[in-house]
């Protein structure tokens, strides 16, 4: 794989390829994900779900259910307090406690196919599943709302009796949680100047995260108060945060456990299971294990929203753009929340244009609440925007990666939303893939086209805390708080080990528990290699600091007079008498020098991100003109990535996140029949990328530092997902004269789209004859 | 309930089970080896693959009595004291995976591919390997460590 610029001489760690710390527990089944916990004594908790996508809980009877032997305790949001209304900050999302004890268990109504209704614990899942049989619940079912259009449609059946938003006013029940706006120059005045100006309609389908374990937690409450949960998470203090206030108890009485965890891209950001299987131990006395099926995970967790998006923009004949509008409702689920503002704050942001209007519409309707998805909001986006674009270089015939060069974000562009950028690699990334040997090779063959797309994500920062302790035989602990998802136990290692001046596998990384480690924001928003890396920088010079007082004090000289180099103490020359000891040879000393040096910092990076990042991305398909199917034959991305720490890591991020972006764009889809129940709850029928579908996807890292962190990191981990479907729509399009402005592109849908297509043309051949 | 006996990992293991147990829950629950996962209970993911008679099967899609009187191999039978099995190496070495959620059936169905045909080509792999789904890496490193193995490489 091709990695520009990647020769970091000044670092002796970072940018190394060492094997991951991890990894033996990994592959021989020792890591523990979050069913992979027993407890003597533990029960296992089933949910009753919902075969409604809307309807009013009338009564709930489970006499019958609790008679059956083995069953221990049911639950319903009975036994949870009424939670707080207001929308409150945790962590990083804004939430309705509310809001958030329905989705966990549902209070008064139901929302949608498969939203939790009562949970049983009982001394076997198959006790509690034959428990949960004999619960009768009395619905009064209600008209289901299914997409955002129906939703704000004038008169359509409210979901919630008490959403209001500013626009409609406090009499005025909605749909329609929040509508942003984000406003510059003037439209008319921008698409009066223009040459051409195209305007589109598009739509995109609910797709799931497609993570591979499913959730679980186990739940133990100690008669005191104090709680337990283990749980496979990305977030663990946000579990904390947000299952206390659920469960209305000080935050300070639960411990959360992160187990390993088997893949989340956002999805493992809020809760499910947690309070359930913590309502259920307390009830019971005995630690309680809630497992997901794959079905309750695709009925019940959060996929991201279905959109629809409307783009119009304008070029002048030589290029520029001179103005773009953009119209946006996504669908946010059962309860408000969908990504809208990070969606409309990125959906044209890499580019510098004069004038613009963005509107974006969080619309609530009859499916599962939406949670995050690897660069929330910004794929959906980006599918209409780009695909306009590639229309527009067509038309003025300009080649489509020079006119996002013309009209790219630089140092000193304001984004739509305010902020100006500072050092940015948009330019570059499109550049990169342009002198790519992918995009000057020639594509031959019928059928066959190429595409491409760019895409944007500003990355998160948040909150980190770390501590690096010194052993006395001289390796060196570095804990965190920051669940490890995809690696980052090997790059908080390698930042430790840059700084100390030890070998990598000197240095044990620890992924610790929410009482062992100060307050860390989820793993998310591509942050934790930035923030926690940060963190872990600080820490590690936070010993670095104590190293130079110990020494200072045995060689009777100020701390500013000694040097620390690649794990070496060393007096100031040009001061002093020459000393020297390494890092070792003092550790052994630190029970006579004032005891073991423990590092410690802890980062806010306020409302800095991880740098923003971009990516652009290259991609030739094939087009089966009788099924539809479209194989991709070859892909070349190319990402701004500042500094690579661990670069085959930074790789596998581009690679994975290439690979749902095409899962999204060709297959993958939340299918409901139209009472509202979703008739695809298995992944034979939620259909993912295997291997055979997808080639070797090739990376160019394009190596931009970031002015605002000390290695220059910048987040990588989810920029990629999001210019693959435009980019294949496009490659679709010079394959077969078809643009698709659906997603998914599915061979029914496509198969269709070529039947009109073909249709057209032999009318327009036969109105010529 | 039904008397079984299975090797398992090599070891004689004799149990009283429900005839309805599954093998996935079978090793995981009655013997406590949660190193094979359940990704989909359907067959389709291959989070669960163990080898059974030699052959890799979904764990989550066979009956524990299936395995009376054979042979069950898991994750956690591979390594040989502490020398990991090429496999595990090579997952390792050539960053096959990223959660790793996946990775012990992955490494099943790959063992049972390279004891079927040692020297698989690209295609071959791709081919065998469609039964085992990833969601982080894009499977071009899984890909890479299936071949090093084969090839007994030892380096990236």
Same mark, same amino acid.
């Given at each position: 794989?091709? /990695?520009?610029?990647?020769?970091?001489?000044?670092?002796?760690?970072?940018?190394?390829?060492?094997?991951?710390?991890?990894?033996?527990?990994?592959?021989?089944?020792?890591?523990?994900?979050?069913?992979?916990?027993?407890?003597?004594?533990? *029960?296992?908790?089933?949910?009753?779900?919902?075969?409604? $996508?809307?309807?009013?809980?009338?009564?709930?009877?489970?006499?019958? $259910?609790?008679?059956?032997?083995?069953?221990?305790?049911?639950?319903?949001?009975?036994? *949870?307090?009424? $939670?707080?209304?207001?929308?409150?900050?945790?962590?990083?999302?804004?939430?309705?406690?509310?809001?958030?004890?329905?989705?966990? *268990?549902?209070?008064?109504?139901?929302?949608?196919?498969?939203?939790?209704?009562?949970?049983?614990?009982?001394?076997?899942?198959?006790?509690?599943?034959?428990?949960?049989? @004999?619960?009768?619940? #009395?619905?009064?079912?209600?008209?289901?709302?299914?997409?955002?259009?129906?939703?704000?449609?004038?008169?359509?059946?409210? @979901?919630?009796?008490?959403?209001?938003?500013?626009?409609?006013?406090?009499?005025?029940?909605?749909?329609?949680?929040?509508?942003?706006?984000?406003?510059?120059?003037?439209?008319?005045?921008?698409?009066?100047?223009?040459?051409?100006?195209?305007?589109?309609?598009?739509?995109?389908?609910?797709?799931?995260?497609?993570?591979?374990?499913?959730?679980?937690?186990?739940?133990?409450?100690?008669?005191?108060?104090?709680?337990?949960?283990?749980?496979?998470?990305?977030?663990?203090?946000?579990?904390?945060?947000?299952?206390?206030?659920?469960?209305?108890?000080?935050?300070?009485?639960?411990?959360?456990?992160?187990?390993?965890?088997?893949?989340?891209?956002?999805?493992?950001?809020?809760?499910?299971?947690?309070?359930?299987?913590?309502?259920?131990?307390?009830?019971?006395?005995?630690?309680?294990?809630?497992?997901?099926?794959?079905?309750?995970?695709?009925?019940?967790?959060?996929?991201?929203?279905?959109?629809?998006?409307?783009?119009?923009?304008?070029?002048?004949?030589?290029?520029?753009?001179?103005?773009?509008?953009?119209?946006?409702?996504?669908?946010?689920?059962?309860?408000?929340?969908?990504?809208?503002?990070?969606?409309?704050?990125?959906?044209?942001?890499?580019?510098?244009?004069?004038?613009?209007?963005?509107?974006?519409?969080?619309?609530?309707?009859?499916?599962?609440?939406?949670?995050?998805?690897?660069?929330?909001?910004?794929?959906?986006?980006?599918?209409? /925007?780009?695909?306009?674009?590639?229309?527009? $270089?067509?038309?003025?015939?300009?080649?489509?990666?020079? @006119?996002?060069?013309?009209?790219?974000?630089?140092?000193?562009?304001?984004?739509?939303?305010?902020?100006?950028?500072?050092?940015?690699?948009?330019?570059?990334?499109?550049?990169?893939?342009?002198?790519?040997?992918?995009?000057?090779?020639?594509?031959?063959?019928?059928?066959?086209?190429?595409?491409?797309?760019?895409?944007?994500?500003?990355?998160?920062?948040?909150?980190?805390?770390?501590?690096?302790?010194?052993?006395?035989?001289?390796?060196?602990?570095?804990?965190?708080?920051?669940?490890?998802?995809?690696?980052?136990?090997?790059?908080?290692?390698?930042?430790?080990?840059?700084?100390?001046?030890?070998?990598?596998?000197?240095?044990?990384?620890?992924?610790?528990?929410?009482?062992?480690?100060?307050?860390?924001?989820?793993?998310?928003?591509?942050?934790?290699?930035?923030?926690?890396?940060?963190?872990?920088?600080?820490?590690?010079?936070?010993?670095?600091?104590?190293?130079?007082?110990?020494?200072?004090?045995?060689?009777?000289?100020?701390?500013? #007079?000694?040097?620390?180099?690649?794990?070496?103490?060393?007096?100031?020359?040009?001061?002093?008498?020459?000393?020297?000891?390494?890092?070792?040879?003092?550790?052994?000393?630190?029970?006579?020098?004032?005891?073991?040096?423990?590092?410690?910092?802890?980062?806010?990076?306020?409302?800095?991100?991880?740098?923003?990042?971009?990516?652009?991305?290259?991609?030739?398909?094939?087009?089966?003109?009788?099924?539809?199917?479209?194989?991709?034959?070859?892909?070349?991305?190319?990402?701004?990535?500042?500094?690579?720490?661990?670069?085959?890591?930074?790789?596998?991020? @581009?690679?994975?996140?290439?690979?749902?972006?095409?899962?999204?764009?060709?297959?993958?889809?939340?299918?409901?029949?139209?009472?509202?129940?979703?008739?695809?709850?298995?992944? *034979?029928?939620?259909?993912?990328?295997?291997?055979?579908?997808?080639?070797?996807?090739?990376?160019?890292?394009?190596?931009?530092?970031?002015?605002?962190?000390?290695?220059?990191?910048?987040?990588?981990?989810?920029?990629?997902? /999001?210019?693959?479907?435009?980019?294949?729509?496009?490659?679709?399009?010079?394959?077969?004269?078809?643009?698709?402005?659906?997603?998914?592109?599915?061979?029914?849908?496509?198969?269709?789209?070529?039947?009109?297509?073909?249709?057209?043309?032999?009318?327009?051949?036969?109105?010529?004859? | 309930?039904?008397?079984?006996?299975?090797?398992?990992?090599?070891?004689?293991?004799?149990?009283?089970?429900?005839?309805?147990?599954?093998?996935?829950?079978?090793?995981?629950?009655?013997?406590?080896?949660?190193?094979?996962?359940?990704?989909?209970?359907?067959?389709?993911?291959?989070?669960?693959?163990?080898?059974?008679?030699?052959?890799?099967?979904?764990?989550?899609?066979?009956?524990?009595?299936?395995?009376?009187?054979?042979?069950?191999?898991?994750?956690?039978?591979?390594?040989?004291?502490?020398?990991?099995?090429?496999?595990?190496?090579?997952?390792?070495?050539?960053?096959?995976?990223?959660?790793?959620?996946?990775?012990?059936?992955?490494?099943?169905?790959?063992?049972?591919?390279?004891?079927?045909?040692?020297?698989?080509?690209?295609?071959?792999?791709?081919?065998?390997?469609?039964?085992?789904?990833?969601?982080?890496?894009?499977?071009?490193?899984?890909?890479?460590?299936?071949?090093?193995?084969?090839?007994?490489?030892?380096?990236?």
């Amino acid at each position: 794989m091709a /990695v520009k610029k990647e020769a970091h001489h000044k670092y002796r760690v970072v940018g190394t390829r060492p094997i991951r710390p991890d990894g033996i527990e990994k592959v021989t089944g020792r890591a523990l994900y979050g069913a992979d916990y027993y407890f003597p004594g533990m *029960l296992f908790g089933k949910i009753l779900r919902s075969p409604y $996508a809307h309807a009013r809980i009338k009564s709930i009877k489970f006499d019958k $259910a609790l008679k059956l032997p083995g069953v221990r305790a049911i639950v319903t949001a009975d036994d *949870l307090p009424e $939670a707080d209304r207001k929308p409150q900050q945790m962590g990083e999302q804004q939430v309705s406690p509310y809001y958030l004890s329905c989705n966990v *268990l549902a209070r008064g109504k139901v929302l949608y196919d498969g939203h939790p209704v009562a949970a049983v614990a009982a001394t076997s899942p198959h006790i509690a599943e034959e428990a949960l049989r @004999l619960i009768e619940v #009395d619905y009064e079912p209600l008209e289901p709302v299914m997409t955002a259009d129906e939703a704000m449609k004038p008169g359509a059946p409210i @979901l919630i009796d008490d959403l209001r938003n500013q626009e409609e006013g406090p009499d005025q029940p909605t749909n329609v949680a929040t509508h942003l706006q984000f406003k510059r120059g003037d439209l008319a005045a921008g698409f009066d100047a223009a040459d051409c100006v195209i305007e589109r309609e598009f739509r995109t389908a609910t797709v799931h995260q497609g993570y591979i374990e499913p959730h679980a937690s186990v739940g133990i409450w100690n008669p005191d108060g104090h709680a337990t949960v283990y749980t496979c998470t990305q977030g663990s203090f946000t579990v904390r945060t947000l299952a206390t206030k659920v469960l209305g108890m000080p935050e300070g009485n639960l411990k959360v456990v992160p187990s390993e965890i088997g893949g989340g891209f956002g999805g493992k950001t809020t809760i499910y299971c947690e309070p359930i299987a913590l309502l259920l131990a307390k009830k019971t006395g005995h630690p309680v294990k809630v497992t997901m099926s794959r079905s309750e995970v695709l009925r019940a967790t959060g996929p991201t929203s279905g959109i629809h998006e409307r783009v119009k923009i304008g070029v002048t004949k030589e290029g520029r753009i001179t103005a773009a509008q953009v119209w946006m409702a996504y669908e946010a689920g059962a309860f408000p929340g969908s990504p809208m503002a990070p969606g409309a704050m990125t959906v044209i942001t890499s580019y510098d244009i004069p004038n613009l209007l963005i509107d974006g519409y969080d619309v609530v309707v009859n499916r599962p609440k939406t949670c995050a998805y690897r660069a929330p909001g910004a794929t959906a986006a980006a599918f209409g /925007v780009e695909t306009v674009l590639d229309e527009l $270089a067509e038309q003025i015939g300009i080649d489509p990666l020079d @006119l996002r060069i013309m009209n790219g974000a630089h140092e000193g562009t304001q984004q739509p939303f305010g902020p100006v950028f500072k050092r940015i690699g948009f330019i570059e990334t499109c550049e990169a893939l342009k002198a790519s040997e992918h995009y000057n090779s020639k594509l031959t063959g019928a059928n066959r086209g190429r595409g491409v797309a760019a895409g944007f994500w500003f990355n998160a920062g948040f909150q980190s805390s770390a501590s690096v302790y010194v052993n006395q035989d001289g390796t060196a602990s570095v804990v965190t708080g920051s669940v490890d998802i995809g690696g980052s136990r090997a790059s908080m290692a390698m930042i430790a080990a840059e700084v100390l001046g030890l070998p990598i596998d000197e240095v044990r990384p620890v992924v610790a528990d929410t009482d062992s480690i100060g307050y860390t924001d989820v793993t998310a928003g591509s942050r934790v290699t930035f923030a926690t890396g940060m963190a872990v920088y600080n820490a590690a010079q936070d010993v670095v600091r104590q190293l130079k007082e110990r020494a200072a004090k045995m060689w009777e000289c100020t701390p500013d #007079d000694v040097e620390f180099d690649n794990g070496v103490l060393r007096t100031r020359g040009d001061v002093l008498q020459p000393q020297q000891l390494t890092l070792k040879e003092l550790a052994a000393r630190f029970i006579r020098t004032g005891g073991p040096v423990v590092g410690r910092a802890s980062v806010s990076t306020g409302g800095a991100g991880a740098g923003p990042a971009f990516a652009a991305i290259c991609v030739d398909v094939e087009v089966d003109p009788d099924t539809g199917k479209v194989q991709i034959l070859r892909v070349t991305i190319a990402q701004d990535v500042g500094t690579a720490i661990h670069p085959s890591y930074v790789e596998g991020q @581009l690679q994975g996140g290439t690979a749902q972006g095409i899962g999204w764009a060709l297959n993958e889809e939340y299918v409901y029949d139209s009472k509202g129940v979703l008739r695809n709850t298995g992944l *034979l029928d939620y259909r993912m990328p295997t291997c055979l579908d997808l080639p070797a996807i090739e990376t160019i890292l394009v190596e931009v530092p970031n002015p605002t962190h000390p290695l220059g990191v910048r987040g990588v981990g989810e920029v990629s997902i /999001v210019p693959p479907p435009a980019a294949i729509a496009n490659a679709i399009y010079r394959a077969t004269g078809v643009r698709m402005r659906e997603l998914p592109m599915s061979p029914p849908r496509l198969m269709k789209a070529l039947q009109e297509h073909r249709n057209s043309r032999e009318g327009q051949a036969a109105a010529g004859r | 309930m039904k008397n079984i006996q299975v090797r398992v990992n090599g070891h004689p293991v004799a149990r009283e089970i429900p005839d309805h147990r599954l093998l996935v829950d079978f090793l995981r629950y009655d013997l406590g080896l949660t190193g094979t996962k359940e990704g989909c209970s359907v067959g389709v993911c291959g989070a669960c693959t163990v080898l059974l008679n030699g052959q890799p099967v979904s764990s989550c899609l066979a009956l524990a009595v299936m395995a009376d009187g054979g042979e069950v191999t898991t994750i956690e039978g591979l390594a040989e004291g502490d020398r990991l099995h090429p496999l595990q190496q090579a997952f390792i070495d050539y960053g096959g995976f990223q959660c790793g959620v996946c990775t012990p059936g992955q490494i099943m169905a790959s063992k049972a591919l390279l004891d079927a045909n040692p020297h698989p080509t690209p295609a071959q792999i791709k081919e065998w390997m469609m039964g085992n789904l990833c969601r982080c890496t894009g499977y071009y490193k899984i890909i890479e460590a299936i071949q090093a193995a084969a090839a007994e490489k030892t380096e990236p």
